[in-house]
């Protein structure tokens, strides 16, 4: 059974999980917004390289994308999830010589 939120719109009875996490908030997302997003996770991917490639590529990177976690922590709890993620992945690829500038 679902229930009527403030917005007007109808949410899921069990509400979002701790993290945030909505499927129909995700469905109704702009999808320029979406597009925004991408964007940022390519920037943090881009950073997240950074970050292995030296001590000063590092010194670079470190203050931007602890600017980006921060923005990601706040906007969103999955938002700043796929952030993490992102780091991850990228610092792993680029440790394996998968990524190059």
Known sequence: MSEIRTDGGEGSAAGPSAWGFDLEELRRRNPIAVGMDLLYLVTTA????????????????????????????????????????????????????????
């Open 46 to 101: 881009f950073f997240g390289h950074m970050l292995v490639r030296g001590f000063w590529p590092a010194v670079i990177a470190a203050v931007p994308l602890g600017a980006f976690l921060y923005f990601g922590w706040h906007s969103s709890k999955p938002f700043f999830l796929a952030q993490v993620l992102t780091i991850a992945v990228t610092v792993a690829a680029t440790t394996m010589g998968l990524v190059s500038l």
